[in-house]
């Protein structure tokens, strides 16, 4: 009886040593999944492997990730990114942080133009962190910005999560996503008051443009500046959101409205040459293949954890928890938090919501305002270390010398935040309650 | 040492031109989803083929993508020892990794050939009208994705193989 | 006594009701044959993406790596075109016809013929009974109203308004609702009134038509290894069989309860506007499916022997229900 309890503990572990030695995420995923399955129950679930990876490459709703990674090259490539977040940086004068706080703009848009964390955080990487370090940004501040950023896509509609939410907790994906919109706000006003105070206290790690720099641009120049390199690549975001709220595109279709109009951009700006294109071509495909490479190879990992009855630890640890809906409730969070530290956001959703919410129901709690603490809190996980996907996105698109470990410093700030917009919403549901009731949905 | 350096570099000659040409696919699903997106606005023309050309495209490029990336030096590691370690500990530590990514992908390939094979008897095509035939061309992606995989893979044991017996030997 | 433990995989996402939880859901046809058999035979139910993605039970129950699996046959109409008629068809038969087809006329030994071969067994384990037309967000006057209109609508029925004038656009669920709202399309077919409510559809177009001339009703398909049910004892495969029989009854029965009073809140509290489809545009949309269904039935011998067989019934069917249902109906108002 002990010995299978124990196995989705053991590979657990394994996956951490072998992650911490150095191996490749992917491939430790792959091994770990393979050899504890294969001890817990033999070979024979895994003729389901290929099933799982089908479904994976065949997901329609990642369709969204190659188009946004398309988008986000192109513009890094024929170099408007970074002209585009020079200027910003330049525009917001002595402010620091201004460049931080455009890309917290840029993650509220693009989020609300996505719902696939992969595919926001490798954009703003690639449009950002080369600009954030050659302006002399705090390595891990950048890092951590750029991830939790990204990562609010997952919360501000349309989002993946949430559609996931709506199906498990019987709720209506509109009414999800009106209840999401507020916190998704709020967090997005925390992360910015950090990059103000940061700049405050901190100035070093988020400075502005030094005054020689400013001083050899006038206002007019700047204003001129802004309309020649702000406007078009915001106008693209506005595309991808327009042809959403437009009517032109459902949300995962939308984001080739921003791959296209990256190509016509830079042949507008006369960058479209052929090297560009090719090397655009490549990199792009280098990266998106990079995220299905880890999707594709957690595949085994999912399939064992189950196979081992990983759910039934997480079961067994509910049955211990001392009764009330409010204690039952954060310890909810409390494992959801945790399982974020080793598992994707949709095993997480599979193994421990349905446990939950039979009681949650019963007890007549809201299920709009749970399923919101559990969006807020899944988007935590794609943030915590070691295993938070954002974390290993950016990481993909990283240059060599940004470590690890910068990243792992600079996440831990917006992961307090996180859980600070969490207290909030838990402490005040009609943060997430009052906006679906507001306008009917 | 020379014959399995010379094997390692053919086999990733190899996984680079395939890569190289599946590259292109990035572009034409973007081309495609754009075209989809803006004929059903502007001309009202739909087809369920093309809509479904769409998937069919993201998942051979995910599949044939896996080995290239990993050939451009795509692959995402947490460095916090790693980057602390020794030639020599981190030609091992490479060798470990990339024996066992060979293995595994020498597995998946066995294992989806049967997958392959069920949809392969029964002519498997698309459940809906209009939608793409073949569907078991489409899955066997996945053993020709993985079995490049496994070439890269082998590959790169071969390179960290011998980097491990000679870590002056400068890597590439 | 020998036991058994099985693994039952489902097309339907975790919580979905009717398609996994609820009265008559798989989950519950998991407890009673538990319950039915003293704990004989343990089923472990894994809803989509648990074990493997929506679509892949037919070929993990196949290769036996599953003995069972939860779904609609209709989703195999790429791997066996036939198998559409043992979910439904457009102008097919309804809850009652259906059953009585596959119980007493002979459509469970035409889907056995089918399924042998592959090394399956199915048995019908549930129904939704008759489902929606969809949602509009403006109202249909005539067929020239379909003319470039675009809608979310998979399978069959999506060839007959194709024929129509129709764009048809394929959109996983979670994504209906945002296209709807937004206008992205104009209109959207899902299941019926308590399931459609659930993805908020109410709030993105008014003009709900009804009844399902597409899915006149929708049988849930209890997909089994062929081997692994003849591994059963006679006493288990009875009480398979009787606990799929009595899924197939309750869940439709929960569907008429629940869809009955979610019919009168989309009503009166959401300013939903239900109508039936003006009669010509039905005849219109019969006459593209007799050519559709024809058009299949000769590509395909298999299938031909289904449509013949499975159109011979309706006709007495409809004969008898036209002096019995009907002419009651009528008396409704
Ligand atoms: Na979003
Ligand atoms: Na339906």
Redesign the pocket.
Known sequence: MAIPEILPLLMIGAFFVLLLGGIPVAICLAVTGFVFGYIGFGPMLFNLVPARMFGVVTNYTLLALPLFIFMGIMLEKSKIAEQLLDVIGLAMGGLRGGMALAIILVGVL???????VGA?VVTMGLIALGPFLNRGYNRAIASGVICASGT?????????V?ILLADIMGESVGTLFAAALIP?LLLSGLFVLFILALGIFKPAMVPAFPPEERAQYSGGDIARMLLKVVVPPLALIFLVLGSIIGGVAA?TEAASMGAFGAIVLAALYGRLTWPVLKDTVRSAFVTSAMVFFILVMSQPFGLAFRGLGGERLVQDAFAMVPGGITGQLLFLMLILFVLGFFLEWIEISYIALPLFLPIFHAAGVDMAWVAILVAVNLQTSFLTPPFGWALFFLKGVAPPDLKTSDIYKGVIPFIGLQLVGLALVFLFPGLATWLPNAIGW | MRVLERLADGASCAVRIIGGLAAWSGLALVLLVAFNVLARYFLSYSSVGLQELEWHLMAVAALFGMSYGLNQGGEVRVDIFYARYGARTKAVIDLIGNGALTLVAVYVVWLSIAYVQSSYAIAEGSPDPGGLPLRYVLKAAIPAGFALLALQGLAMTLRAGCEAVDPARHRT | QDSFSWKMTNAYGPGSPFYVEGPGSPTDFCKKVEAMSGGRLKIQHFAAGELIPAMEGFDAVRSGTVEMNAANAYFWAGKIPAAQYFTTVPFGLNFQGMNAWLYHGGGQALWDELYEPLGLKALPMGNTGVQMTGWFRNPIASVDDFKDLKMRIPGLAGKVYAQLGVDVKLLPGGEIFPALERGVIDAAEFVGPYQDRRLGLQNAAKFYYTTGWHEPSNATELLINKAAWDSLPADLQAIVSAAAMACNLESHTWCEAVNASAMVDLVENFGVKADVLPKDVVAKLKEVTDQVLSDGAAADPVTKKVHDAFFAFKKEHDQWASISEKPYHNLLG
């Open positions: 693009m989020g609300a133009a996505s719902g696939v926001t609010l896509g997952q919360i501000i509609p349309p989002s993946l949430l998704g949300p």
